[in-house]
């Protein structure tokens, strides 16, 4: 069977989009590595993510951290899309699809954006404002949410409002208040899923989409890998979409925007 990425890259490749992507070509490639930890908080982590740049847009992937094989930005510089699409690595193929579909469907209202603006301040500050705008894509009546992709600030979201949650996360730990989290998905414990873009990225997506269209969870995607890949696929499994293209909110203490698909109005 086809995956929804897959029947996506057909249509890429079909031109759908109204651009060639043989004809669109990488002009940089970079990678962004990172660690925090938020002042008042016990823990921290790391993160490594591969973008890449095609005209006005950035397309990104997160991978885990020095697992990018060496080359893989000389790669990328001066291929085309439709190269990219095929290259052998996956996060290359999803940075790839992420910054042609950036390009081609940017984040505007013309394309079902909605814009919410995450104000200035710190990093703790900025990951709590996002948070209240991914969490409220999590319909009211749900009563336990598996998150995949533990990220404290949507925990601490979801506790305030009620919601109970089972975090899961292929690191394993324990979350800011003490809990286990799970390193497989237990989708049938669950009545709704909040799932990290990073999925794309490792291959476990279409499990979490497939699960969603079978049963009909809603699925909220929390997306920075990916956020011009998963809006277009609303519909295909996803409810859904925090979409939060390059720079991050943790690469900048000024103002900046995430961008809302579907969810509750």
């Given at each position: 069977?086809?995956?929804?990425?897959?029947?996506?890259?057909?249509?890429?490749?079909?031109?759908?989009?109204?651009?060639?992507?043989a004809t669109e070509r990488i002009a940089l490639a970079f990678s962004t590595s990172q660690a925090v930890r938020h002042p008042g908080r016990s823990g921290g982590y790391r993160n490594e993510v591969l973008s890449l740049r095609l005209g006005a847009a950035v397309g990104s992937c997160a991978?885990?951290?020095?697992?990018?094989?060496?080359?893989?930005?000389?790669?990328?510089v001066g291929a085309s899309a439709a190269e990219l699409l095929g290259h052998p690595e996956l996060p290359?193929?999803?940075?790839?699809?992420?910054?042609?579909?950036l390009l081609a469907r940017p984040h505007v209202p013309e394309h079902g954006a909605r814009p919410v603006p995450i104000p200035a301040g710190s990093t703790l500050a900025r990951s709590r404002a996002r948070a209240r705008a991914v969490v409220g894509l999590v319909p009211a009546r749900v009563r336990r949410v598996l998150v995949v992709g533990v990220v404290n600030s949507l925990l601490e979201r979801l506790r305030e409002?009620?919601?109970?949650?089972?975090?899961c996360d292929l690191k394993g730990g324990r979350t800011e208040w003490g809990e286990p989290i799970r390193t497989e998905a237990e989708l049938d414990d669950c009545d709704a899923m909040l799932v990290s873009g990073m999925t794309l990225g490792n291959g476990s997506f279409e499990t979490f989409a497939e699960h969603a269209r079978r049963t009909g969870k809603p699925l909220v995607m929390f997306a920075q890998t990916?956020?011009?890949?998963?809006?277009?696929?609303?519909?295909?499994?996803?409810?859904?979409?925090?979409a939060e293209p390059y720079p991050f909110f943790w690469l900048d203490g000024g103002p900046g925007t995430v961008h809302l698909y579907g969810g509750p109005r």
């Open positions: 069977m086809t995956s929804a990425v897959g029947t996506l890259v057909e249509r890429v490749n079909s031109g759908a989009y109204g651009l060639d992507p991978v885990e951290p020095g697992t990018l094989p060496p080359g893989t930005l000389d790669d990328c290359v193929r999803i940075a790839a699809l992420d910054a042609f579909l409002r009620g919601t109970a949650y089972l975090p990916g956020s011009g890949v998963l809006p277009r696929l609303l519909g295909d499994g996803v409810t859904a979409v925090s």
